[in-house]
């Protein structure tokens, strides 16, 4: 009997699972099939060679993955599964062609969880968060599943345990006979000097760590493929028990208070830097982070509104479906206005203090929540918000890609260039901590700003001292 067969055989013998045995039972008698441990083994080598080697490294390891869960997996991939191989590649192409840790960490974190919600095969708010979560929840039974896996197989000729103490008991013989003809041989020891690659202690330990866990990663996405969970089943189902007047009231006074303030904080939101100059107090750092802690509160406040409305509003008659969408429609149009505003603030931080990675990220965050109010004005015209947790995701996917093909250092780096330019100040510590995507920028810079981008406190540069500060650059 095959693996899938003994998961979804109505007598098969189930462990008792957190989840229950509708939602992802455990397999008492479940084992990983051959094709699934050769696969982890080979992409376990595979990363040994590449990871930390070669720019491509992280992609190479990836479609070898990809490979794995093509090998185990039964029946075609769907639409959805297909559009999630192709965003996994994207994002972990990222680390080739950008040298930004910062992006490269966050595109393959978020190529990992988009690989766990999609074999997850969720579609639910609570499917993609405990999807999300499967790369903590998941070792254990892919543990056990090895295990008995590993027990199974059967080679034809010498066990498994033999070869590998054959193996273990040459590379042995062979090290030391090595060792003894390289030290009575100079010319022999150079010879194979030139051919063995260098290894220490620290090195060994790190290969091995990689090995093991991605041998370990490789296993568990198979174990996935050929296990999905049904989080979904989970997800809580919507009792709408509120009548029209129940949510309309309380709803609509939200969407009044939101049209009032908005009305009243005009010069606020888009008085721009007339309004910090005229405004005592008020510096540009401060008008633009209330600008961003305020989308954030709205943003949170306005979606656990729309998720309770949404889930007890009745809209079964056409009156209750008309309010449901003005009110909703109302509200998200009246966030989008404060999400526009937080842009227009960030944007004049940026241009009187330079651009930073924090700034940049945080403009890319508000982008993606505009883009989640759009994608809820379209759910509430269409009265279906199945397709929306997927969507979320997608834009989440797409910021990242946007901000990785932006070359976020380079931008950076360009717009304080210019900056300094006209202002004639620069923070000579931050940009010479950009990575090397920013470097064909920063050689823009004059002769005698360039050693302050890689040297703090005064430097000679010609016949002249320059002194190099925090924030500026100054000629005594």
């Known amino acids: 009997m095959s693996t899938i067969d003994i998961q979804t055989h109505p007598k098969a013998h189930r462990r008792r699972s957190l989840w229950g045995p509708r939602t992802w039972p455990a397999v008492r008698y479940s084992r990983a099939p051959r094709v699934a441990l050769v696969g ?3 992409t376990g080598v595979v990363g040994v060679v590449v990871l930390g080697h070669s720019a491509f490294g992280v992609l190479i390891t990836t ?3 990809v490979a794995v869960v093509l090998a185990v997996r039964s029946g075609r991939l769907s639409l959805w599964e297909w559009a999630g191989v192709a965003g996994v590649l994207a994002l972990a192409s990222v680390s080739a062609v950008r040298e930004a840790e910062w992006i490269v960490t966050m595109s393959t974190t978020l190529a ?3 690989g766990a919600v999609v074999l997850s095969r ?3 708010w609570t499917g993609i968060a405990l999807g999300a979560a499967l790369p903590v929840s998941v070792p254990m039974r892919v543990l056990r599943w090895t295990g008995r896996g590993a027990a199974s197989v059967d080679l034809e000729g010498p066990r498994p345990a033999r070869i590998g103490m054959v193996a273990f008991v040459t590379v042995v013989l062979c090290v030391v006979f090595a060792a003894l003809f390289g030290a009575a041989d100079r010319r022999f020891a150079d010879a194979l000097a030139a051919v063995v690659p260098e290894f220490d202690v620290e090195s060994l330990v790190g290969r091995t760590l990689v090995f093991v866990l991605t041998t370990a990663g490789a296993l568990a996405v198979a174990y996935i493929a050929l296990h999905p969970p049904r989080f979904d089943r989970l997800a809580p189902s919507p009792r709408r028990t509120l009548r029209l007047w129940e949510w309309m009231i309380p709803l609509g006074a939200v969407v009044a208070l939101f049209t009032v303030f908005v009305g009243f904080q005009v010069p606020t939101l888009f008085g721009g830097q007339g309004h910090v100059l005229t405004t005592e107090g008020l510096t540009n750092a401060e008008y633009a982070r209330q600008g961003f802690w305020q989308l954030l509160a709205v943003t949170v406040l306005t979606l656990l509104v729309i998720a309770v409305t949404v889930i007890k509003a009745g809209r079964i008659a056409r009156r209750d479906r008309i ?6 429609g109302a509200l998200c149009v009246l966030s989008m206005v ?10 004049l931080y940026e241009e009187q203090y330079g651009y930073t990675t924090l700034r940049l990220f945080v403009t890319a965050v508000e982008w993606w929540l505009g883009s989640v109010f759009v994608l809820l004005i379209v759910a509430g015209v269409r009265m279906s918000g199945r397709w929306l947790p997927r969507a979320v995701g997608v834009g989440a996917v797409l910021t990242v890609l946007a901000l990785a093909a932006l070359n976020p ?7 304080n260039v210019e900056r300094f330019e006209q202002t004639g100040r620069i923070d000579t510590s931050y940009v010479g901590g950009l990575s090397a995507d920013a470097d064909a920028e920063l050689e823009r810079l004059p002769d005698y700003v360039r050693p302050c981008v890689q040297a703090r406190g005064p430097v000679f540069v010609g016949d002249t001292w320059h002194l190099c500060t925090d924030r500026s650059v100054s000629v005594p």
């Open 409 to 415: 250092d380079a931008y950076i780096a360009r717009h």
């Open 63 to 65: 479609v070898v993955f």
């Open 122 to 124: 969720a579609w639910t």
């Open 338 to 347: 404060i999400v526009a505003s937080a842009l227009h603030r960030m944007s």
């Open 112 to 114: 990992i969880v988009v």
């Open 40 to 42: 982890a083994a080979l």
């Open 323 to 328: 309010a449901l969408r003005a009110l909703l």
